[in-house]
């Protein structure tokens, strides 16, 4: 085992605060938010099952989660800087979106948390006033460095989808919006589903002149196990979705201007049942489960184009940030040793221009 003997930088968490901001959970955790059992009931009760069963849990996202939050979750690790990834603003069409950025600015980031590098906000491409929200973030924050607008969608329709439409990324006023980021010099963070990696290849093709990083691997979700009503069904399904996600990964990879992020590997819709059993996955079982995706990964992209990223806290409910670290780092340190101060500071600094 290694120690990381730098202060990492963390390109992907998410802060809310249910409590103060619009959020889709607002009027539960006001009701109840000092019951937590009949929270998570009540929260269970009005929201669709797709969404619970991605998500695992119910607890860490009707609880607040901001920067002496993360701080705890590193423990005996140190963050130089972390970026903001938008989070489902409940006030998500038009301008409302630039309220998030708002609250981000507000938020106690300092000597004693951590300090925020960078803000990655949300606004939607097929928007007529698209040019007109990305400037009306610009003017929020100076920290504004790209746009997630998350296009994860899944045939299965028990797994929960988080768009409006399953090919967002190829629709054709998507992508006439979407020309306005390269005149921002502003960079896109796709998410997808790997069923949909196709749409993140057709994008970097027609966009070269726009970095674009791929959000936690392309979430392979039914790698690890049975989610929505037939996906990783069997062993030989989940080998098909794996040998799907190697091709388009190494595919994807050929163009320059993407990057990816090892993260939201043990978010529940992959699979894993750690949160069902009350349990956190240790980390040989970490190291188990997802070297292969991170070897691939440094394969296909090699170690300039990596970030490590947690997607804390939407991974808290299947380990702990202490283990994932542990066994990331080791898995990449394996790798190559030169490739650990890239993977897990220099690539994601380059990037967001931090």
Known sequence: MQTLDFNLIDP???QWDPYNTPHAARLAVKLLGNRPYLLDKMVRLVKPKDLIETVGLTTHITKPYLPADYKKDLGRYSAEQVVHIEASWAEHKGKGVVGETRFIESLPFNEQTVKLGA??????????????????????????????RMGAVHEDKGIHAWADQ???????????????????????????????LADVIALAK?????????????????LFGKVGENTGLSKTAR???????QDHIAELANF????????????????????????QASKQQIIDLVAPLITHALDSFGIYRVM????????SVSASLENIIDAFSDIVDQYDENALIKVFHDNAKQFYRL
């Not at 097929?126 to 100076?142: A, C, G, Q, V, Y």
């Not at 070269?208 to 979700?221: F, K, R, W």
């Not at 320059?256 to 349990?279: D, I, R």
């Not at 490590?308 to 991974?315: I, L, Q, R, V, Y």
């Open 239 to 245: 080998e098909n979705i794996f040998y799907e996600w």
């Open 12 to 14: 992907h968490i998410h």
């Open 119 to 148: 803000i990655v906000a949300t606004a939607d491409p097929r928007d007529n006033n698209f040019k007109k929200i990305l400037k009306l973030h610009l003017k929020e924050s100076k920290k504004i460095r790209g746009i997630r």
């Open 308 to 315: 490590f990223a947690s997607n804390f806290p939407m991974d």
């Open 166 to 196: 399953p090919h967002l990324y190829t629709d054709k006023k998507f992508l006439k919006g979407f020309e306005q980021l390269a005149q921002f010099n502003l960079s896109f963070d796709a998410w997808v589903y790997s069923t949909q």
């Open 256 to 279: 320059a201007n993407v990057y990816t992020k090892m993260s939201g590997l043990f978010m529940p819709v992959l699979g894993h049942q750690f949160h069902k059993k009350k349990q």
């Open 206 to 222: 027609q966009f070269p002149e726009t970095s674009i990083v791929l959000d936690h691997l392309g979430t392979p979700a039914g």
